[in-house]
């Protein structure tokens, strides 16, 4: 069934990942690497919360969160990551849910059923 699903649905959740997305989420998580040592917080938040995170949009916005927010405890960035995700997990699950519904529009519009004949509702009474 996740074969089905579209392309953007697909590419947040690893199924695809070509060699400069792959470079592009290691830089990021170098980044967040970064913010976290120039918070004054262990390196291994930064890792861990990249690892977590996963997307690259999700990386981008909690690197801005860091930049402007600039935190004071490891416990707010661990309360913006969850809603980071939350947000994200929304976002996909909105998503699948329109391209189900499309499916099912198209499945009521076409029918993969015939016309049923009267003699046949007849016959089954």
């Known amino acids: 069934m ?5 392309r953007i649905l697909r590419a947040g959740s ?3 990942m070509d060699a400069r997305t792959e470079e592009r ?3 990021l998580r170098f980044e967040l690497m970064e913010a976290a040592d120039m918070l004054g917080f262990p390196e291994e938040l930064g890792a861990s919360v990249a690892r977590e ?3 690259e949009w999700a990386m981008e916005r909690m690197l801005g969160y860091l930049r402007r927010v ?3 405890s490891a416990e707010e960035i661990a309360d913006e990551m969850l809603a980071i995700i ?3 997990d929304a976002w996909r699950g909105k998503k699948i849910a329109e391209y189900y519904n499309a499916k099912m529009n198209g499945l009521m519009r076409e029918g993969p059923w015939e016309e049923e004949d009267d003699a046949d509702v007849q016959e089954r009474r």
Do not use: Y
């Open 2 to 6: 996740r074969e089905q699903l579209p």
């Open 14 to 16: 690893g199924l695809i």
């Open 25 to 27: 989420r290691a830089r």
């Open 53 to 55: 995170l996963g997307t």
């Open 70 to 72: 600039r935190p004071g």
């Open 86 to 88: 939350a947000t994200r």
